[in-house]
């Protein structure tokens, strides 16, 4: 099953509600990071939510999602476009914790006590900042706070990754609902039974269904409309040239340092791993 989203809204306009399937990003994503078993499942779930939090882009705006919590992780980090474009970083990705009741602990893993930052690149002068603490580290109700509390809009979202037994990423993916400003609440009491009845979100995806099935699941009982479907990707924006600006931005002491070797000046990339290399001649050239 391709990686994709698919974008609702009830008939009445009281709800909204995206549903994807992430499976391939998300192993893209722990085979670039080299992730444990709990890491990768941490970060499948950001990266997912990232995507899902995407679906409420447009044009040119991009969304980043950042974790800083007290776990073993350290920092997650994850970016999305308004057309389905997402890449994803850790700061330590193994966290060498033991299962939990059966099952990856990734609440330990990133921390309760921490931070969610949200920045969102509107277009406009300055980009959006946003900022909760973390409530439990489990990714989607830190996700679901942030959207309820931070910007007023209550919201619900599920998150889940499934490993095959050979520790890559079987099936991934997630949901997210939305009450609108003015919506008939009284819906909300149907959704929260349609949830309580649902099967795991990775459950449903490894018995072959999509997005659209997932949220008929969810909706069952209230009408509904589809809006559209965004096909889903990695896809790092790094390039030569941008590292090569970033280097130019480095004080003159510094550079004329890296000019004065004689080995290569290598920079990897934190999101793709791609590694760059500049030769101190072509460090000399940056020196202003």
Do not use: W
């Amino acid at each position: 099953m391709s990686d994709r989203m698919t974008r609702i809204m009830t008939e009445d306009g009281s709800l909204r509600a995206v549903a994807a399937v992430t499976t391939d990003l998300v192993e893209e994503c722990r085979r670039r990071q080299d992730t444990d078993p709990t890491a990768t499942v941490a970060l499948g779930r950001l990266a997912t939510g990232a995507a899902l939090m995407g679906s409420l882009l447009k044009g040119e705006q991009r969304l980043a999602l950042m974790i800083e919590g007290n776990g073993p992780l350290k920092k997650l980090h994850a970016e999305t476009d308004a057309c389905g474009q997402v890449r994803a970083s850790i700061k330590e990705p193994v966290s060498a914790l033991p299962l939990r009741q059966g099952k990856f602990d990734v609440a330990a893993a990133v921390g309760r006590a921490g931070f969610l930052h949200v920045i969102k690149d509107l277009g406009l002068k300055e980009p959006y900042r946003g900022m909760v603490q973390l409530q439990s580290g489990e990714i989607a109700e830190d996700l679901a706070y942030y959207l309820t509390t931070s910007e007023q809009v209550p919201s619900t979202v599920g998150l889940g990754v499934y490993l095959d037994p050979e520790l890559g990423v079987a099936v991934a993916g997630g949901f997210l609902i939305q009450l609108l400003p003015g919506g008939d609440e009284s819906l909300i009491p149907l959704i929260e039974a349609n949830l309580a009845a649902l099967p795991a979100t990775t459950e449903l995806l490894r018995q072959g269904e999509g997005p659209v099935e997932i949220l008929q699941r969810i909706f069952t009982g209230i009408p509904f409309s589809v809006k559209d479907e965004i096909p889903l990707s990695f896809r790092c924006n790094c390039s030569r040239e941008q590292v090569a600006g970033m280097l130019r931005s480095l004080g003159e002491k510094e550079l004329r340092e890296m000019a004065a070797g004689s080995e290569e000046t290598t920079v990897t990339c934190e999101f793709c791993k791609e590694r760059y290399g500049f030769t101190p001649e072509e460090i000399a050239a940056f020196i202003p």
